[in-house]
């Protein structure tokens, strides 16, 4: 009963926000665009494009220097460090700050083998 709550008026605002698309679409569908309209059209997208190709850059910088380890609620420094980057696909895994149970990733020395490597052709 609680997700029909939910999704309920999401599908309604979603039909709303639909229908004022369609209405106007259809309000300017014979609206002339003059050569000046397109300068502030064009310079939207590459500024949109821009700042979304610049977001991602940062979130691949961060995520490679280890700047979201931080965020992951490990309170030892040393543990929060980010891993040595050796060039292979091992995991390197940290053990949990705590668990309930004690054992806090019993696994974390535990080392996952290198994938094949393809012959260079």
């Given at each position: 009963?609680?997700?029909?709550?939910?999704?309920?008026?999401?599908?309604?605002?979603?039909?709303?926000?639909?229908?004022?698309?369609?209405?106007?679409?259809?309000?300017?569908?014979?609206?002339?665009?003059?050569?000046?309209?397109?300068?502030?059209?064009?310079?939207?997208?590459?500024?949109?494009?821009l700042?979304?190709?610049?977001?991602?850059?940062?979130?691949?910088?961060?995520?490679?220097?280890?700047?979201?380890?931080?965020?992951?609620?490990?309170?030892?420094?040393?543990?929060?460090?980010?891993?040595?980057?050796?060039?292979?696909?091992?995991?390197?895994?940290?053990?949990?700050?705590?668990?309930?149970?004690?054992?806090?990733?019993?696994?974390?020395?535990?080392?996952?083998?290198?994938?094949?490597?393809?012959?260079?052709r």
């Amino acid at each position: 009963m609680k997700r029909v709550l939910l999704v309920l008026p999401l599908f309604g605002i979603l039909g709303l926000a639909l229908w004022w698309m369609v209405v106007g679409w259809e309000a300017g569908a014979n609206a002339p665009m003059q050569a000046t309209d397109y300068i502030p059209m064009v310079l939207g997208v590459v500024l949109t494009l821009l700042l979304g190709c610049g977001l991602m850059a940062l979130l691949f910088f961060s995520s490679r220097r280890g700047y979201d380890e931080a965020a992951s609620g490990v309170l030892d420094p040393q543990a929060a460090a980010p891993p040595e980057r050796t060039g292979s696909y091992n995991l390197h895994v940290r053990p949990a700050a705590s668990s309930p149970d004690g054992m806090a990733n019993r696994h974390a020395d535990a080392e996952t083998p290198d994938p094949p490597q393809r012959a260079m052709r």
